[in-house]
């Protein structure tokens, strides 16, 4: 390997060949020489930034090069670095298109935080998505999006939200404990093959007013006597099943005698 000094002259001088070459070099100071080579191109900056091993300074001084930063595909692989500096990707964030934003939440370098914010961004631009749009993000989108996306109450989201690989028990539990959710989810919930036969979930649907009461019936047999208890002792439930659930308790306490 060539002395430090000369590859730093080749990196701030250097042909687009000579560019190609060092954009893989170890030492950083080779690389913030590069920076400043007037033939960089896009495409050589795009293979730097993919590098997993690029220190955090480079990655800062990229974001803070007004000219290289200004490049779409550059802001984009400066947040998918899982090396960028946090305050560099959260400045970055609010400029990448929607399904970009859902690509970052789906990375496992990108870190929780910054997948958050990301998932904050997509869920604050929802209202203003046309509806192919909802349908095709319902698809692919992460369990917290997909949950927002259920709360808008879209019949055509809804039923491909609740097919979503990564939609979560947890997300659709506390969906049904919201009082703004629309009946058409909790409909779709109640009916679905999947999300039907969870325990838990059956427990929150028999205790939400807008389950339908067929559904609400064909649930009942299948939970605990605790559980059965605990919702009889619940006043905010509905008179006419906490009725349905004395009588299924009386039955089961007569068939022990």
């Known amino acids: 390997m060539k002395g430090l000094e000369e590859r730093i002259e080749r990196a701030a001088r250097g042909t687009p060949s000579e560019i190609s070459v060092l954009v893989h070099d170890i030492a950083p100071e080779v690389l913030e020489a590069l920076l400043r080579n007037p033939f960089l191109s896009e495409d050589h900056l795009l293979t730097l930034l993919n590098r997993k091993d690029l220190p955090r ?8 090069n007004e000219e290289l930063i200004r490049s779409y595909r550059v802001k984009l692989a400066v947040v998918r670095n899982p090396k960028t500096p946090r305050l560099v990707s959260l400045r970055l964030l609010k400029y990448l298109y929607l399904f970009d934003l859902v690509t970052v ?4 370098t990108v870190s929780a935080e910054i997948k958050r914010r990301a998932e904050e ?6 209202e203003q998505l046309a509806l192919g749009q909802r349908i095709t993000l319902a698809r692919r989108c992460s369990a917290r999006v997909a949950a927002a996306l259920l709360v808008l109450g879209d019949a055509p989201v809804v039923s491909v939200a609740l097919d979503n690989p990564f939609l979560t028990e947890a997300e659709l539990i506390r969906l ?5 959710i629309s009946p058409v989810v909790v409909e779709q919930i ?11 979930i059956r427990l929150a649907l028999v205790r939400h007013p807008l389950t339908p ?12 006597p605790q559980d059965l208890r605990l919702i009889v002792s619940d006043w905010a ?3 006419d099943r906490r009725i349905y659930i004395e009588e299924l308790l009386a ?5 022990r005698l």
């Open 190 to 200: 109640a009916s679905h093959p999947k999300w039907a036969l969870r325990y838990d």
């Open 176 to 180: 049904l404990h919201r009082e703004d």
């Open 57 to 64: 300074e480079i990655l800062q001084s990229v974001a803070d």
């Open 213 to 224: 009461l067929a559904r609400v019936l064909a649930f009942l047999p299948e939970l605990t």
């Open 105 to 108: 939440t789906q990375q496992p």
């Open 237 to 239: 439930m509905p008179a």
């Open 121 to 126: 961004q997509i869920i604050n631009r929802l």
């Open 251 to 255: 039955r089961r306490s007569r068939r």
